[in-house]
């Protein structure tokens, strides 16, 4: 018999208990196996170690256990859906914000100048009114989102 | 119903299905734990350390991926970290323990009489013999042969290629033999 050969048969018997072999070392195996009983013995006993491991009994999470954790992971869940949702919410006043800024300024010039207010933006009527302007909807964004703050540290003293 | 049902309820926040997932994986994860950590308590600690990371993250969980092997990783990343902080020298390849520290929640519950069955006192030999493996065989045989999960999801769990996971089953199953021939010499495993 080929010695190296062997070897390296051997090499391959606890993966072929674990179910790790590619087609072409399987060949080679059954080959071998066909001319050699030792491995043949030595397979077998890797494969009875396989099927008691299969069999081991399975230690029993504790039921408080698990109780403990669906009511803990619920609670997070529930939290980080929570904060989604304000994310998203915050995101949709800051996009309000701009772009009422960006629409009402003409229309309250087209309101005050008519027709007239098409010819241009109204800048030269003053770039202070403009400021003011901007001020007063990037407010109304902030106080969106302090009510939103605010919404979620009263349901935080509530829980 | 169906894990894949589940999971993409859960992906959208319902809170029934992550009931489920917890109820579905609840032995086989708190086995897995247990056999890295060896204490139940800290499998417990971990078990739900888990379960939170699975809340936390689901979102980045990529459906085409399988749930079980990220639930796992997740497990298994929060458990290695566990004992990195705790035991960190039970991370080292050489044996971590012997055989006399087979703890008890491992061990079958009466020790094994004569005239218990076979088949049940090589289970008690092969569970002491595996939990005397160093950590990195422990949990590929546990991936393996008790979670029974294909060589790609146990590489994708260890973060392994999978010649590593190929050697470490062989290590693993040799050193096990090893072990048992050691302590029950002349006993043949045919």
Same mark, same amino acid.
């Given at each position: ?84 949702s304000e994310r998203k ?33 109204g800048f030269e009527q ?34 | ?22 109820? !579905? ?37 990529d459906p085409r991926r ?27 390849? =050489? ?33 002491? +013999? ?7 065989? !422990? ?15 146990? +590489?994708?769990?260890?973060? +392994? ?25 002349? =006993?043949?495993?045919?």
């Open positions: 018999m080929n010695m190296s050969e062997h070897d390296q048969i051997r090499e391959l018997l606890a993966l072929a208990a674990a179910g790790a072999l590619d087609a072409d070392e399987e060949s080679r195996l059954a080959a071998h196996l066909r001319s050699c009983a030792a491995c043949a013995a030595e397979l077998n006993s890797f494969q009875e170690m396989g099927a008691v491991l299969r069999r081991l009994p399975t230690p029993q999470a504790p039921a408080a256990l698990v109780a403990r954790t669906i009511s803990a992971a619920q609670s997070r869940l529930a939290e980080e859906s929570t904060r989604r919410l915050i995101v949709l006043a800051v996009v309000f914000s701009w772009v009422f800024v960006a629409l009402s300024w003409p229309l309250a010039q087209f309101a005050a100048r008519g027709w007239t207010s098409l010819v241009g933006l003053g770039w202070e009114n403009f400021a003011v302007f901007t001020a007063l909807c990037w407010t109304a964004g902030a106080v969106a989102a302090a009510a939103l703050a605010k919404r979620r540290q009263q349901e935080r003293g509530v829980a | 119903m169906g894990l894949e049902a589940e999971v993409s309820r859960l992906r959208r926040g319902d809170l029934d299905a992550l009931a489920e997932l917890v109820t !579905r994986y609840q032995h086989r994860l708190y086995r897995y734990l247990l056999r890295i950590v060896r204490q139940p308590a800290e499998a417990e600690d971990l078990f739900q350390q888990t379960w939170l990371r699975v809340a936390g993250q689901i979102r980045r969980f399988s749930f079980e092997a990220w639930l796992f990783t997740l497990a298994r990343n929060l458990a290695i970290d566990h004992l990195r902080r705790v035991r960190p020298e039970s991370l080292d390849d =050489q044996d971590s323990g012997g055989l006399g520290a087979t703890p008890a929640a491992l061990r079958s519950s009466e020790p094994p009489a004569l005239d218990l069955a076979i088949a049940r006192e090589r289970a008690h030999q092969v569970s002491a +013999a595996l939990e005397a493996l160093p950590v990195i065989y !422990r949990e590929v045989l546990a991936l393996r042969f008790e979670e029974e999960m294909k060589l790609e999801e146990i +590489a994708e769990v260890l973060d +392994a290629p999978l010649s590593t996971v190929k050697s470490r089953l062989r290590r693993g199953l040799e050193s096990i033999r090893q072990e048992l021939e050691k302590r029950y010499p002349g =006993q043949e495993w045919q």
